[in-house]
């Protein structure tokens, strides 16, 4: 079983891998870089990168207002002195 976060790291690799091909491509073959052009399309890697990130904070950010009674709950009880 591989974590959210692995994905995450395969695809932005992935998606360097491609813009790296594409620009040693440019300058070689330029049927290659139009068929790779359009295979990636208009995102760059930082997009996919930021995408990704925002993907991966929505669990985080759906659950804590679940979770936050007992985040407090939590703190007030390490702050009693006894």
Same mark, same amino acid.
């Given at each position: !079983?591989? #974590?959210?976060? $692995? $994905? =995450?790291?395969?695809?932005?690799?992935? &998606?360097?891998?491609?813009?790296?091909?594409? #620009?040693? @491509?440019? &300058? %070689?073959?330029?049927?290659? $870089? +139009?068929?790779?052009?359009?295979? &990636?399309?208009?995102? @760059?890697? !930082?997009? =996919?990168?930021?995408?990704?990130?925002?993907?991966? @904070?929505?669990? !985080?950010?759906?659950? $804590?207002?679940? &979770?936050? +009674?007992?985040?407090?709950? %939590?703190?007030?009880?390490? @702050?009693? +002195? %006894?």
């Amino acid at each position: !079983m591989k #974590t959210l976060q $692995y $994905y =995450i790291v395969q695809l932005v690799h992935n &998606a360097n891998a491609l813009e790296a091909l594409k #620009t040693s @491509s440019a &300058a %070689g073959n330029a049927e290659i $870089y +139009k068929l790779l052009q359009d295979a &990636a399309g208009p995102t @760059s890697s !930082m997009t =996919i990168e930021l995408a990704a990130i925002l993907v991966a @904070s929505v669990p !985080m950010v759906v659950m $804590y207002p679940f &979770a936050q +009674k007992f985040f407090t709950q %939590g703190l007030m009880v390490g @702050s009693i +002195k %006894g």
